[in-house]
């Protein structure tokens, strides 16, 4: 039974980490609008911390900042250099960073959704639970993401997209962090819903 529940348990994680990897190298991941990225790459962590726990919400954040690395990389733009250090645009260059900020949001956001699906466990009314973690969770990706590269990278950013930090934030939050928020609120309670009964299977932490 141990050796059966570990077997469902991988294949679960690595149907989303396919479904994460699959997000990234499709168009259906990002969306580029000048400087700013809509993206649902947010939505396998999230549910995957909240159906499944913490560590496997960690795994998932990786793999999202290991392609936002590897796509600022590869398929840079004008600020790509706020996601790797191998990217340089004039004098401005991504150092060290770049690596904390493409991946430390990613993975916390993993983190943070699975601790607080743990501390608000018991209860009531799950749907409307569910839908507000993940709200706040892209909210607080969204807040990481910027307050990071504000924090970091903010006169170099504010000089090569001719927009500070702050009103790229404030853009963000007002248009498409809105409907990632609102996407986000509505599909990964639907989701887990969905796939509840394969949840009560498993022998989860």
């Given amino acids: 039974m141990k050796n059966k529940n570990q077997v469902l348990r991988f294949t679960l994680l690595t ?18 609008v000048g400087v700013i990225s809509i993206t649902l ?7 995957v911390a909240l159906f499944m726990g913490m560590k496997e919400g960690m795994l998932v954040g990786f793999v999202f900042g290991l392609a936002s690395f590897l796509r600022a990389t590869f398929l840079p733009n004008i600020t790509s250099f706020c996601f790797t250090p191998f990217y340089a645009i004039g004098n401005i ?3 060290f960073a770049s690596l904390v900020i493409a991946f430390g949001p990613r ?8 601790l607080l699906h743990k501390l608000c466990h018991n209860q009531q ?12 969770c892209t909210f607080l990706h969204t807040i990481m993401v910027m307050g990071l590269i504000w924090l970091f990278f903010g006169e170099a950013f504010a000089t090569v997209a001719k927009i500070s930090v702050k ?3 404030l853009s963000v939050l007002a248009s498409n962090g809105l ?7 509505i599909v990964i309670p639907f989701l887990y819903q969905a796939v509840k009964p394969i949840r009560q299977r498993l022998v989860l932490e």
């Fill in 179 to 185: 409907l990632e928020m609102i996407v986000a609120g």
């Fill in 41 to 47: 790459m947010h939505l396998p962590v999230i549910f």
């Fill in 167 to 169: 009103a790229v934030l």
């Fill in 125 to 136: 009314k799950e749907w409307f639970k569910l839908s507000i973690l993940s709200i706040f």
């Fill in 107 to 114: 993975i916390a956001l993993g983190f943070v959704a699975g």
């Fill in 15 to 32: 149907f989303f980490v396919a479904i994460e990897l699959l997000l990234a190298l499709t168009p259906l991941g990002y969306l580029n």
């Fill in 93 to 95: 260059h991504g150092n």
